[in-house]
């Protein structure tokens, strides 16, 4: 399974970026692909979630109704649509998958990761 992220860059408070987060190597019904990102000196976070069947989207609380997750089935992708960024919103973001909904925004029981792509936010 490979999990390639890209769409990340420098871009203005108040700006907008979309991620995109291709997926290859498994069918991916019953799956739920995330989001999480991690800024220097903190842990890795949950930023969104959704599942690869239904479309059924989670978000954290700190990025809800500016971030929007989704997926293009036929293209095997899944995007996060980020507007209204705010400087804290800079960190290494990573696509993530994993089997089943339970527990969506616990790093660990995510069992396949992307590489990283970099969103900063200047203010």
């Known amino acids: 399974v490979q999990l390639q992220a890209s769409g990340g860059g420098l871009v203005q408070a108040g700006g907008s970026l979309r991620l995109s987060c291709a997926a290859s190597?498994?069918?991916?019904?019953?799956?739920?692909m995330g989001w999480f990102r991690q800024a220097p000196g903190k842990e890795r976070e949950f930023v969104a979630a959704c599942t690869w069947s239904s479309g059924t989207t989670y978000y954290a609380d700190s990025v809800k109704g500016r971030f929007t997750i989704s997926r293009d089935n036929a293209k095997n992708t899944v995007y996060l649509q980020m507007n209204s960024l705010k400087p804290e919103d800079t960190a290494v973001y990573y696509c993530a998958s994993k089997s089943g909904i339970y527990s969506y925004t616990v790093k660990d029981n995510y069992m396949y990761w992307g590489q990283g792509t970099l969103v900063t936010v200047s203010s």
């Open positions: 190597g498994r069918t991916f019904s019953g799956y739920v």
